[in-house]
């Protein structure tokens, strides 16, 4: 069963910090923009309206569901260009808006002197991509940030039509929360300054943290990771980072478009994964190698475990004539209720995991 836009908006909301700190140093590059607090609040009002365009989909995603025709699409690693255009329409044009505007009117109001410059399609990295929004499309994601309270003068959005030549200039306001336009400024540059490979989407997930002149501790993104799980699974997963931390493996996150993964390796040596992806949910997953040395631990499990365990994991098609379940990624567990009833199992085998894999890499 193919996901919605809907689905897509619901882990997108997920995934935007929901605690974002109202002090924090932030890197000099923007302090030409506005001062430090009106742009903390900027962000703040832009994850707002992040989740208000989420809500919108969530409730109305039939309307806006249209995957581009004759593209093949792989449910196993979603793109939203192809999967979701309309939502990533949407995110090219705030981009956009952000990126090529200019702030006047005390920051009340963004001027855009160039419509065209609208029409960018901006991949996960911030780089425009080789396709453009078409007039129909982009008058159509227009009226719906309309919806959520974003304003546009200089446009007729009930004309049937648009000549882009006749359109000189566009003022973009948000009486809700004029402070939103700081934020969606400051979050466009960062999008594309300060991308780097493994934290893809910045803008789109109001990563926050990039702005900061500090560092971000990995245990305050974990933190932020696991917020909308269960307050048990948030405990076993705060657990577990702490206590594998403390037997010396490092951890390293690692944002791969949209899905996100916390890695702990040993001499970069992948062990234990936290991850969370739209077409998988969040999951922990564990690359054991050892297990054919420890067997009488392993005897020592629930029988579904050790049925799980014996059939080891790697490639479904390949070693089991099945449709791709990414068994590659390692054994796969979903971080809901179900991982409390086997967590001191899980702890037991991956406490025998690190030990062996620490002896073979001596």
């Not at 466009?188 to 989407?201: P, R, V, W």
């Not at 969040?282 to 054991?288: F, P």
């Amino acid at each position: 069963m193919q996901n919605t836009i809907g689905d897509m908006a619901k882990y997108i909301k997920n995934i935007i910090p929901s605690n974002i700190p109202e002090t924090y140093t932030l890197k000099a590059m923007f302090e030409h923009i506005s001062g430090e607090e009106n742009i903390r609040n900027g962000i703040l009002a832009f994850r707002d309206l992040l989740y208000l365009v989420c809500d919108r989909f969530i409730a109305d995603g039939s309307l806006y569901d249209k995957p581009v025709k004759n593209t093949q699409n792989n449910d196993s690693h979603p793109s939203l260009p192809v999967s979701y255009p309309f939502l990533n329409n949407v995110k090219s044009i705030l981009f956009n808006i952000g990126y090529h505007g200019e702030l006047i009117e005390n920051g009340g109001s963004i001027l855009l002197d160039d419509l065209k410059l609208l029409t960018s399609v901006i991949g996960a990295d911030g780089n425009q991509m080789k396709a453009k929004i078409s007039v129909p499309k982009l008058m159509e994601a227009l009226k719906f940030l309309t919806s959520c309270s974003v304003y546009f003068d200089g446009i007729d959005l009930d004309a049937r039509t648009l000549d882009m030549s006749k359109t000189t200039s566009l003022i973009i306001s948000y009486p809700d929360n004029p402070a939103m336009l700081t934020g969606l400024k400051v979050m466009a540059i960062a999008q594309k300054d300060l991308y780097a490979k493994g934290n893809h989407d910045i803008f789109l997930r109001c990563d926050y943290r990039v702005l900061k002149e500090e560092d971000t501790e990995v245990i305050s993104m974990l933190k932020d990771f696991v917020a909308p799980l269960p307050d048990r699974v948030q405990d076993f997963a705060l657990n577990l980072h702490q206590h594998y931390l403390d037997a010396g493996l490092t951890c390293i996150v690692d944002v791969f478009y949209l899905g996100i993964r916390f890695i702990y390796s040993h001499k970069n040596k992948e062990i234990l994964t936290f991850s969370a992806a739209q077409e998988s949910g969040y999951r922990i997953l564990i690359k054991a190698q050892y297990t054919h040395l420890y067997p009488d631990v392993i005897e020592m499990f629930p029988l579904p475990l050790q049925e799980k365990i014996s059939r080891g994991y790697g490639c479904n098609k390949k070693l089991f004539g099945e449709l791709c379940q990414k068994g590659c990624h390692g054994f796969s567990f979903p971080l809901d209720d179900s991982i409390i009833d086997i967590s001191q199992d899980i702890e037991v085998w991956l406490d025998k995991e690190v030990m062996f894999t620490k002896k073979k890499c001596i």
